[in-house]
């Protein structure tokens, strides 16, 4: 049964999140209902990450074991056409090794930040970035977010209903730059807490006005008490670009080591019997 990979681009606003739900529609459900119009199987896909409600992608994974092998292009156009009207659009399509998962194998997620920083309000911006009026000292904020950079406790920005088991994460960049009206903030780990960079970027927003600075980033770690946490910034201006993945073969050789370790298992078992 051969997998596919697919990097999916998607506007979250119509949407309860990634994630299938009873309460609401979701990027998963619009995925596997193209698969089902386009091949005729009830798949379940897997997704390198749960994005929450109203968060974007231009570059989100996920993969979807399919009955038959198609060429990639064939997958790319008909799950195209099937995901209409719904904003979800698959960019690329690659058909992976054996071992190969979605939300395992990856090895780093990138997300970007868009904050519109002007007077005016949003128009064609408006659930697409965070609206921020007062003037935002770009600078200060990427030398603030270098406080995050490194392994960290990061309790104090997550959510308190995050179920992650562990709130200790290694942050492995953090940047924040000006592009005209927009400040840009761009962080990358291997994973991340339920809302921790919304709360990161919300808490340097007060960095940027001049109200913090780089030495209370340190404090509001160090507390590991989310009520040490800024103002989190809203879902409208996050989105997932980029999931990088460890090589095929360490994917392979993962594998076979599970298989060898179940074959002695189920062997132990017999034995017992």
């Known amino acids: ?55 974007h992608a231009t570059g989100q994974a996920c993969h979807a074991d399919l009955s038959k092998s198609w060429p990639t292009k064939t997958i790319m156009g008909a799950m195209n056409f099937h995901c209409q009207p719904d904003p979800v659009v698959i960019l690329d399509v690659e058909e992976m090794h054996e071992g190969f998962d979605a939300r395992f194998s990856a090895i780093r997620r990138s997300y970007r930040y868009r904050i519109h920083n002007r007077l005016p309000p949003l128009t064609h911006q408006l659930g697409l970035a965070w609206h921020v009026k007062p003037e935002l000292d770009a600078a200060a904020m990427h030398g603030a977010a270098q406080e995050f950079v490194g392994h960290h406790d ?47 970027v919300g808490t340097l927003r007060l960095v940027g006005e001049g109200k913090w600075g780089a030495g209370d980033i340190t404090s509001a770690l160090q507390a590991r008490d989310r009520k040490a946490c800024g103002p989190v910034a809203p879902a409208d201006g996050l989105y997932l670009t980029r999931v990088d993945y460890r090589p095929p073969e360490m994917d392979i050789e993962l594998l076979n080591e599970w298989r060898e370790r179940k074959a002695a298992m189920e062997a132990e078992v017999e034995g017992e019997a």
């Open 1 to 55: 049964m051969p997998r596919y990979k697919l990097t999916v681009e998607y506007d979250g606003r119509p949407f309860c999140g990634w994630q299938r739900q009873a309460n609401g529609p979701s990027v998963q459900a619009v995925i596997e209902r193209a698969i089902k119009a386009f091949t005729g199987e009830v798949v379940t896909i897997g997704g390198a990450g749960r994005t929450d409600t109203g968060v």
């Open 154 to 200: 990061f309790t104090t920005f997550r959510h308190s209903r995050c179920q992650a088991k562990s709130p200790e994460k290694t942050l492995e960049e953090f940047s924040v730059y000006r592009e005209g009206e927009f400040v840009i903030a761009e962080c990358s780990s291997r994973s991340f807490l339920h809302n921790q960079v919304r709360s990161m």
